[in-house]
């Protein structure tokens, strides 16, 4: 292996070279800077700029005294779902009940589709509308309305459009596991923000803004794992803090509104120059529905539309049919509130046989999981549960820098009857 270049950019594209044939390999270390100066007779900053933008392309990562190494490739990480074949009772799989997902099919005996050719609008009108009622009481004015293939979908094309690889966002801390991955891949570096039951913490945040945080992701209701919810206190501080930070974008992740049992509180700042709020309705319509409504300021949604033009990446206007006539439908709004209803039974059931087992949980909750914190690494304690035979997800995926000890339950599959044992079971996996 032999770097060579004068310039940053043709020390660039010599490294990026030879790891596409194979010559540097992904762990590999690259020569100190001084070290690649002296041999290339050029100055110090010209490969410390090369180095730079080899970790802004995600080609590498810097580790201080350690040095720069080559990027090990981006692996799928854990993922959310069902764990097929498995024997045990599943409590991990973070998803909807089965039962409560409407037949979207129905949709198509009452308004038969009708073709849509390429330089159509995105957005069905009848969809838009609902999308301006729902979203006006909750956003800044004005804003517009796009559609994406769901919440994750959103806020990867809303930090594209702003963000390049290397930038810094903030994120809670336990963070959604899909959130988690997606800023990996994106070569995005994630902060973490800690919550307690109220939401994000108000300092941890301003210290990750003055840290460099280009973008803020936060969970107004139902926050994925712990279950927690911004206070209308909560909510006001935070966006005092945002306001003093006009370059960052806010992204509010409602992705449980349809379901949720809290009312939403905005931490959006007053004036905010790039916001968006993403409500998602894969909950109540079902994962496969793969449709999200962004509300966001004018130049954002500019931007996010770049990325959904028609002919590259709208979503499908059969799919926006169903969903505009499954919304409409008395009986579907029907099933939705017994849902809404159903999983906050099974939650407080839940609850309550915690309680009264001597295991504290983070409560009041909403949304499918419940949180169990814990002093001590949680994989002892899944792994004792899966010998009683419950399956649930162990903390430590949902970290962002650190581990997170604590233990996710989701309560959509879980029935009444069994949440003594569950409790029980528990409190004997924690010794």
């Given amino acids: 292996m032999k770097i060579q270049g004068k310039t940053a950019a043709e020390i660039f594209d010599c490294v990026r070279a030879l790891l596409q044939s194979g010559q ?9 800077v001084r070290d690649l100066a002296a041999e290339l007779d050029i100055n110090r900053n010209t490969v410390a700029a090369a180095y730079k933008r080899l970790a802004s392309a995600g080609i590498a990562v810097t580790q201080g005294r350690l040095g720069t190494l080559i990027r090990e490739p981006s692996s799928p990480g854990e993922q959310e779902g069902a764990l097929a074949g498995s024997p045990l009772v599943d409590l991990a799989s973070g998803n ?3 039962a409560w ?10 308004r038969p589709y009708v073709p849509r050719l390429y330089g159509e609008p995105t957005v069905n009108p009848g969809l838009e509308a609902y999308a301006r009622a729902w979203f006006a009481p909750d956003c800044p004015a004005p804003f517009e309305v796009n559609l994406t293939h769901g919440a994750v979908d959103a806020i990867e094309r809303l930090l594209g459009s702003h963000l390049v690889p290397g930038d810094k966002v903030a994120v809670e801390h336990p963070c959604f596991l899909s959130s988690i991955n997606m800023l990996r891949i994106a070569g995005l570096q994630a902060v973490g923000v800690p919550v307690d039951a109220e939401g994000m913490q108000v300092q941890a945040l301003e210290d990750a803004l003055g840290k460099g945080a280009r973008a803020v992701i936060l969970t107004p209701r139902a926050h994925n794992p712990t279950g927690c919810s911004l206070s209308a206190k909560r909510a006001r501080a935070l966006a005092r803090v945002l306001a003093k930070h006009p370059h960052a974008m806010v992204i509010a992740d409602d992705h449980f509104a349809l379901l949720s049992c809290v009312d939403y509180r905005s931490a959006l700042p007053a004036g905010g120059q790039r916001w968006a709020l993403v409500r998602s309705l894969t909950k109540a319509l079902g994962p496969d529905v793969r449709v999200a409504m962004v509300a966001s300021d004018p130049a954002t949604s500019r931007q996010l539309r770049l990325r959904l033009a028609s002919g590259t990446g709208w979503v499908s206007h059969l799919l926006q049919d169903m969903v505009e006539v499954t919304l409409g439908r008395p009986e579907v709004a029907s099933q939705i509130a017994r849902a809404r209803e159903d999983y906050a039974r099974r939650r407080q059931a839940l609850e309550e046989a915690l309680r009264k087992h001597g295991v504290p949980c983070a409560a009041p909750g909403d949304g499918l999981n419940l949180w169990i914190p814990l002093d001590t690494d949680g994989h002892a304690a899944a792994l004792a549960l899966a010998q009683r035979g419950w399956l649930v997800r162990n903390g430590d995926a949902f970290g962002v820098q650190d581990p997170v000890r604590g233990l996710r339950i989701t309560v959509s599959g879980l029935q009444p009857s069994q949440c003594q044992d569950l409790a029980r079971d528990i409190r004997a996996s924690l010794g």
């Fill in 24 to 32: 540097l390999r992904p762990g590999q270390a690259l020569p100190p």
């Fill in 101 to 110: 997902l409407p037949d979207l099919t129905a949709a198509l005996a009452i």
């Fill in 96 to 98: 909807p009940g089965r």
